[in-house]
């Protein structure tokens, strides 16, 4: 995790008190926002959970994860931040959809669905959707 609104969403909730799992593709980032998180001394320590959230199957492998673990440990899970973004100008696909759509929409659909028991069982929760105006300068056709 680089600086940026991932970044500072994740230092902002662990001074407010919670226990924050960060989670990226890169472990060396990972790691490096976890120092970032504990060098603040918050009540819970940070931790990172490696995923690429453009790959659907690493979505439900996240998903599972993280719902058992809060099953088994009793811990509610208050708040989910659907952080990542990412642009594709080249239009690539992935599995067989256009990229932007499946890292920017389907992917936290996804991974939110599938928590949903989770962080209803927590509730009161929250669900946080980070988005870009730049949605705004998507062609509506489909060319
Ligand atoms: N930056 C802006 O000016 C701006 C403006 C408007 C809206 N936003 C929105 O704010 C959100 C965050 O953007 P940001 O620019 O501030 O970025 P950021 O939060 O600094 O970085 C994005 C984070 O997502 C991780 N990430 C990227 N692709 C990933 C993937 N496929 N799977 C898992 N993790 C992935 C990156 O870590 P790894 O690289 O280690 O995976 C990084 O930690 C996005 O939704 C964006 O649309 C940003």
Redesign the pocket.
């Known amino acids: ?7 500072e969403t994740a230092l902002g909730l662990a001074v407010a008190g919670f226990a924050v799992t960060v ?4 472990t060396d ?2 790691a490096q ?1 976890v120092d970032r998180i504990n060098a603040m001394g918050p009540a819970h320590p940070g931790r990172f959970l490696a ?4 790959s659907l199957d690493q979505v439900r492998v996240l998903a599972e994860r993280m719902a058992a673990e809060h099953e088994a440990s009793g811990d509610s899970l208050a708040v989910l931040v659907n ?4 642009m594709f100008p080249d239009r690539r696909e992935l599995g067989g959809v256009e990229a932007s759509f499946v ?2 929409h389907l992917s936290p659909y996804l991974l939110t669905e599938l928590l949903l028991p989770t962080l209803t069982a927590g509730s009161p929760s929250r669900i946080v959707n ?5 949605v705004g300068a998507a062609p509506s056709g489909s060319g």
Do not use: C, Y
């Open positions: 995790m680089r600086e940026g609104t991932g970044l989670v990226g593709r890169s980032r990972g926002a995923a690429d959230l453009s952080n990542v973004g990412a890292v920017n980070v988005t870009s105006g730049a």
